[in-house]
Structure formats: C-alpha cells, structure tokens
C-alpha cells in the first residue's frame, strides 16, 4: 500500500509538470479527427460519441474512443481500446502499447467526458496531443481549453453547447 501511494504521488508530480508546461494554442483550424475518453464507470453509451462525430462530418477512420475503469474485468472486452491503473506505472509511464499510440495522435480535438476526479484519466487527458481540448467541468481546469459546464448524464446539453462553442471559434461550419 505504501507502494501505491508513492507511485500516485510520481504520477500527480509527472502530471503537475505537464500542465505547468503546457502550451495552448488555439487556431481556427477545422476539426477532422477527434479522439473521446470516457469513463466506463461513470457512462458506457459510446454510441452517443460515435453520433456525435457523424454530426461533426468526422470519418469513422478519424475517431477513437477509448475507456478507463477502475476495474480490469467486466465488459471491457466491447471496447477498441480500454485501459485501467494496472497500465500506468511510475511518473506516468505508459504500460499500454494501445493506450499509447491513442496519446502519441494528433487529434484535431479531444473530448474528455469524466466526472470523476481519477488521477489516470487526468493524465491521460495532459499527455494526448490533441490540439483542441474539449471536457466537462472538473477540479482542474487546466487540463481542457474549452469546458462545458454540465452534467454527465446531460449529454444533450453538452453537445448543444460544444457545437456552439465550436462554430463560435471557427472549428465547425454551422450549416443548419
């Protein structure tokens, strides 16, 4: 158990030195690839997400989902790609060969869609190359660029507001 606490700890300093480090840099470039994180735990619809994307006009070649849980059983299996505490080790080292190549992409944007304040999913959120940071309201507002204050179970709300925001900076055209 002290093991675990220390290797939290390598994991926050290492998460901690990435946010004070980041660069963000906003263009109006449009979005033609996204890549979504999502806690299973919390919501397993990835449907929703794979709607979405369609909506946005992003090509199934150019979306990713992946899952986190707490858990390493379960109906992890539907999943492309999903990951737990086991594929972290020390200062954030990937363990994932999956999980990293996801992090290494330059996603045009990235949706992270957790509530739940889990050091993993915080740093994958910081470590992802995505240019455009998209999330829902969290602890740490210095992980995403553009948050989206609301409910987890709400994701009409998010969406509404997500293609307004991005039609506002130039990411999406608004053709309704």
């Known amino acids: 158990m002290i093991l675990k606490g220390f290797k939290e700890k390598s994991i926050e300093k290492h998460l901690n030195k990435l946010l004070s480090e980041r660069q963000v840099n906003v263009t109006d470039k449009q979005i033609e690839s ?7 735990d919390e ?20 979306l990713k989902i992946i ?3 707490k858990n390493d059983k379960g109906m992890l299996t539907s999943w492309d790609v999903c990951f737990n505490p086991k ?3 020390w200062n954030g080292a990937i363990k994932n060969a999956e999980l990293q190549l996801f992090l290494e992409t330059k996603y045009d944007a990235l949706i992270s869609y957790y509530e739940e304040d889990v050091l993993e999913l915080k ?3 910081a470590m992802s190359k995505a240019q455009f940071k998209i999330g829902i309201v969290q602890d740490d507002e210095r992980i995403n660029d553009l948050i989206i204050k609301t409910k987890l179970k709400d994701f009409d709300l998010f969406k509404e507001e997500t293609i307004k925001y991005l039609t506002i900076l130039n990411k999406i055209k608004n053709e309704q």
């Not at 397993?44 to 994307?53: C, I, P, S, T, V």
């Open 34 to 40: 996204l890549g979504v994180i999502l806690n299973i």
């Open 43 to 62: 919501i397993d619809d990835f449907e929703l997400f794979r709607k979405f994307a369609n909506f946005l006009k992003i090509r199934d070649n150019k």
């Open 67 to 69: 899952a986190f849980s």
């Open 87 to 89: 594929d972290f080790g």
């Open 123 to 125: 740093l994958i959120t």
